[in-house]
């Protein structure tokens, strides 16, 4: 577990699976660098996905992390910096 | 005061999803009543139900929708999409603040509350959903309706048992007449999962019958407990000028409501349901002789059976009225069973038939004109419903054909 990164498919599928897909804006286009509100997931879906994320990575994120601005490349960015730190650990 | 009428209806019955095919259902004495299959009943007293069959919620909602949402939501908000269609409402073409949301409520969502408890149980709580926050709350109908819809008017939720889906009716009623042109009203219920099962089975009058016609037996000499059900209805309320401003179809008038509650065991004070039915008829301002029919509570225990009978026939006089319940073809729904009763009328009421009370032989110590076996054609035209409470609750609503 501790060698794996987490990468933007891993996230696609944990989306899918805490919240659920939106059709309108989908999760196939390039949705990088626009934040999880402009993609419809508001406060509570993005607690789920944090919640479903600590759990399969075992990392536990800062609640200030999931806010609305956020936007995958930074939860991404999130996500492997604590993985990263808890190799060195 | 303003009259308020029905324009749209969504049904989703054990007998029938849509109200077309639960019409045709009930008309033909088709009965939902069957072995529970959603999960293994065996080590359970009690294994019949009546189950929604069909249903596949990702066919009818949006996928963001499903993660967060119990099959009582889902069926509700499915409910809510075929009544709106019905009355013709684009949610869109109205003032979010025109638009309410009132709904009943027995147990919200409980199948997902027993699979979060599972996890908490067996993983821990950081595996608990952070949907469980709302996804089994009463209210929840009411809430993923209106957001779902926009709809931003005056909204709630009540809860009383069976008696709380023609209490909803009345809420929704009161904030037409207070300004708000719709309302989206009515319930849904579905708590058949093992904690459910259990939950249920700790009133103690459930049917221990495994035959599905002869388990669910209102007015019977041998009514034995009642079967549980899935289900309900949504309605669309509107007052008649905002209904007739927009030209809609008008399926009838929710004309008059009477609620009560009864003394404790033990009083010597009997029922009060009677209470109920002069209050509603006299808030419709209606005889006892105007209405053609009743579609009574039936709760299928003997001596709930005795105090309605008894009711009924004090009112209306012996065999004064024919009296039918539909929903031994469903089973009870609790907070559903109510707005499908009115529903089930309004349908009477255009088809200008009584459906019937099927599997019944009648106690003979109950002076009822059950409509039994078959549908009975007949002019429908005022129609009252009953429906009770566990723990006392009586609620009854008169309503009128539309003009």
Known sequence: ?89 | MTPVVVTGMGVAAPNGLGAADYWAATLGGKSGIGRITRFDPSGYPTQLAGEIPGFEAAEHLPGRLLPQTDRVTRLSLAAADWALADAGVDPESFDPLDMGVVTASHAGGFEFGQGELQKLWAKGSQFVSAYQSFAWFYAVNSGQISIRHGMKGPSGVVVSDQAGGLDALAQARRLVRKGTPLIVCGAVDASVCPWGWVAQLAGGRMSGSDEPTRAYLPFDRDARGYVPGEGGAILIMESASAARARGAKVYGEISGYGATFDPPPGSGRGSTLRTAVRIALDDANAAPGDVDAVFADGAGVPELDRAEAEAISEVFGSGGVPVTVPKAMTGRLYSGAAPLDVACALLAMQAGTIPPTVHIDPCPEYDLDLVLHQARPATVRTVLVLARGHGGFNSAMVVRAGR
């Open chain 1, 1 to 89: 577990m501790t060698d794996q990164r987490f990468t933007l498919a891993d996230l696609k599928r944990i989306l899918l699976q805490a919240a659920g897909a939106d059709e309108a804006t989908g999760l196939d286009d390039d949705i990088l660098d626009t934040t999880f509100d402009l993609l419809g997931y508001e406060s509570l879906a993005l607690l789920e996905t944090g919640g479903c994320i600590e759990r399969e990575y075992g990392i536990s994120l800062d609640d200030d992390t999931l806010t609305d601005a956020l936007t995958p490349r930074d939860l991404i960015d999130t996500v492997n910096e604590r993985l990263a730190a808890a190799r060195v650990a």
